[in-house]
């Protein structure tokens, strides 16, 4: 496990729990000096592991190397042919690097690539990041709002409590009407995807219910829209965006630009102090008017554009992380080696580069 040499990238793809259970799988295990700095994990934490940790490159020798964020270009060029990397891997935006590994003849595994199945639950770390962002959005939600979100009876008089919309139910939608629920907000969601409905209710919010046809897309996922039930469907969100105090956006579909849900015209709806939490801000953004990392004030409403958010939580986003990487990498393991079966489902779906050039 090298060092994370991506910006803003504080996560980290082993913990010490998962170097245990690696080490137990009869693997050998190496860590870059100070690769856990960020997410509060030292060098004698890996080292009471079992790991191996060394002041330099563990790239060139290394028959599996397991990461976060993408591998560098420079750190591609050191691996040597038939290596294994497991880590994220957005394809359409990391073109270059796809055909450096398979220039390399390295085997490739994308975690955002691992197939929602009930078995790879463990490997899915789509999921377990989602949940790290929404409980964060919810909370980035609260401290800009310049109001409480929990109903206060006081004897200065009632204060009522915030109102929330997310939009978007998936895993990180509904952990936002959870964390916003603690708080004490009044929640209500809404999503493309009929099924999500009960998943909202459950969670002890209200599901908005515009009276379209639902979205419902493979995996899970929502299906993507045409341009012109986009437009209806942000005029029937225009009225709940206006009586909202706070309005989170969390809807994604993979591989494609993040839907626009909200307008400039929407936002300005909303009375001033009121807040837009983005997190498909990196992905296009679900609000036009948001941009990735910044903080911006749309006529007295607050809108924030989401980036890195997983990482702003590196401890429980690299436990969670480190689990589904574990998962996936032992799933390959056989008596200490790492041999993968292409029969496998898991395996062959994650898989993005498998052989050399033609």
């Known amino acids: 496990m090298p060092r994370e040499l991506r910006a803003g990238e504080r996560r980290v793809a082993l913990v010490p729990d998962a170097v245990r259970r690696l080490r137990d799988a009869g693997l050998d295990v190496t860590v870059e000096s100070g690769a856990g700095s960020h997410a509060f994990t030292t060098d004698d934490d890996y080292l009471g592991a079992g790991a191996r940790v060394v002041d330099g490159d563990v790239l060139t020798d290394a028959d599996v190397v397991v990461t976060v964020a993408p591998l560098t270009l420079d750190q591609a060029a050191r691996l040597r042919p038939g290596a294994i990397t497991i880590g994220f891997l957005p394809v359409g935006a990391e073109t270059e ?16 690539a691992v197939p929602r199945l009930s078995r790879a639950q463990s490997m899915d ?3 377990s990041q989602a949940l790290v962002a929404g409980y964060r959005c919810a909370l980035v939600a609260a401290t800009h709002l310049p109001r409480f ?6 004897s200065a008089g009632t204060v009522a409590p915030a109102k929330v919309l997310v939009i978007g139910a998936g895993v990180a939608g509904l952990q936002a009407i959870a964390t916003a629920r603690r708080l004490g907000a009044v929640v209500e969601a809404y999503d493309v995807r009929s099924s999500s409905a009960d998943e909202v209710r459950s969670m002890g919010a209200t599901f908005v219910d515009l009276g379209l046809e639902a979205l419902e897309g493979a995996g899970g996922y929502a299906r993507e829209m045409t341009e012109d039930r986009a437009v209806r469907q942000r005029e029937l969100l225009t009225p709940y965006v206006e009586a909202s105090d706070a309005v989170i956006c969390t809807a994604a579909v993979p591989g494609r630009a993040a839907p626009l849900l909200l307008t400039g015209e929407m936002v300005g709806t909303m009375r001033p102090g009121s807040v837009v939490v983005d997190l498909a801000a990196e992905s296009g953004g679900n ?3 948001s941009r990735p990392g910044e903080v911006l004030d749309h006529g007295g409403v607050t809108v924030w554009g989401a980036k890195d958010v997983a990482s702003s939580m590196p401890v429980h986003a690299s436990q969670l992380y480190a689990r589904n990487v574990t998962s996936l990498l032992l799933l390959m393991t056989k008596d200490g080696e790492v041999v993968p079966d292409f029969d496998d ?11 050399g050039p033609a």
């Open 97 to 112: 690097l796809v055909s450096a590994l398979r220039a390399k003849q390295v085997l490739a595994f994308a975690m955002e």
């Open 345 to 355: 489902e898991i395996v062959a779906t994650a898989c993005v580069t498998r052989e």
């Open 287 to 289: 609000c036009e008017l």
């Open 125 to 127: 770390a789509l999921s």
């Open 149 to 154: 979100f929990p109903l206060f009876m006081t």
